[in-house]
């Protein structure tokens, strides 16, 4: 069997743009990745390595302690209520599966939407479970098709776009008409600026019913658990039950001390509040930077991104932020959609945040 084609990782093309950032006399701000700076809340370190001496296998399906506090925070963050406790899922963070979640649904031959402009792993996934990838932000291109599956993603990454409840609901019916899975990736949905997102759970766009739908959750942005790599998948408790047991065969289980991290996130909001103020700030700061400095900020109404351009292809910006000391990611790593915007992330400690916007003037 061969394996299936997949693209260059995004990142590794950026060596040669990344090795002249560097070379800034103060050094580079990397504002290229949206990995998290700040630091973990005590709550969960303490939970963490209370749970340090538990010496035996951790259950798949994560404990009920847990799916209780996913339940407990869907509701008090999100307003989406009657979740069902056995319908969460803990996963080993949110790529894994974004990435696997196609092949667990039996994608195969088969065909799976993604957004225009999306994170990658979308694309590489239904390429690992040999799915055919059709990018649309529309069923009406669509046509005749019942896919396997169709990927929403609001907030956006790259874009920070955020879809109203009346297209989710849209794409919701669409979809249940067909037998089609709608898999929502809702990893920024606490991080809105000037729109607010809402889950494809909520009442409004589910109408109450969870069937043929899923929300992808990660603890890595509002909690900066990267590197405890915690997420979730929760939803229509049919699906659940199905990625549950294959789970349990290929031995997908989130680390125990891990799940109790998870839950002692789950269960305090007043992190999450001061996680988004710290980006707020940040945003605050770069934002008008980047506007003075002759950049246009598309969209960008929720989430850890500026979604800039310069009226110019995505790579002489890239270069010419380089030649500045600054790294981002072009537009062209999301789709072919994008070539004269790059995403700047907001994931850089303050002092730098405020670096960047002072090179950007110069």
């Known amino acids: ?24 006399p103060d050094g580079v701000v990397d504002l290229s990745v949206g990995t998290p700076v700040d630091p973990v809340p005590q709550q969960v370190q303490q939970a963490l390595a209370a749970a340090a001496g538990i010496p035996g296998y951790p259950t798949t399906h994560g404990t ?22 056995a319908a969460v899922l803990p996963t080993i963070g949110s790529k894994e599966l974004v990435a696997w979640l196609p092949t667990l649904l039996g994608a195969r031959g088969r065909v799976v939407v993604v957004p225009e402009l999306a994170y990658p792993t979308y694309d590489v996934g239904a390429r690992l479970a040999g799915a055919e990838v059709v990018r649309s932000d529309s069923t009406v291109s669509l046509g005749p098709r019942a896919p396997a599956m169709i990927w929403l993603n609001s ?34 949905l606490s991080l809105h600026w000037d729109a607010e997102p809402v889950s494809v759970l909520h009442p409004s766009v589910s109408g109450g019913d969870p069937t043929g739908l899923l ?95 310069r009226g110019e292809p995505a790579d002489d910006t890239i270069a010419w932020l380089a030649d500045r000391g600054i790294l981002a990611a072009p537009g062209t790593f999301y789709g072919t959609a994008a070539p004269d ?11 730098r945040i405020a670096t960047a916007a002072a090179r950007l003037l110069t």
């Open 1 to 24: 069997m061969n394996a299936p084609a997949l693209p260059d990782f995004p990142w590794d093309t950026l060596a040669d743009h990344a090795a002249r950032a560097r070379t800034h």
């Open 64 to 85: 009920p302690e847990l799916r209780r506090a996913a339940v407990g925070a869907l509701s008090r963050r999100f307003g989406v209520t009657g979740v069902d406790e």
């Open 155 to 188: 907030p956006s990454n790259p874009t920070g776009r955020v879809l109203p409840a009346e297209h989710l609901r849209k794409v919701v019916d669409w979809a249940r008409e067909r037998g089609t899975v709608v898999v929502s990736d809702e990893c920024y």
């Open 215 to 309: 929300a992808v959750h990660s603890l890595s942005k509002v909690s900066n658990l990267a590197g405890y790599r915690a997420g979730f998948v929760c939803g229509d408790p049919a699906l659940v039950k199905s990625l549950l047991e294959v789970r349990k065969h290929a031995g997908m289980i989130v680390p125990h001390p891990v799940q109790s991290a998870m839950r002692a996130a789950l269960d305090d909001d007043t992190h999450v509040a001061e996680q988004k103020s710290r980006y707020a700030t940040r945003r605050a700061v770069l934002k008008p930077a980047l506007e003075q400095a002759g950049f246009r900020v598309d969209h960008s109404e929720a989430g850890l991104y500026l979604w800039s351009t």
């Open 341 to 351: 915007h790059v995403r700047i992330a907001l994931t850089a400690p303050d002092d």
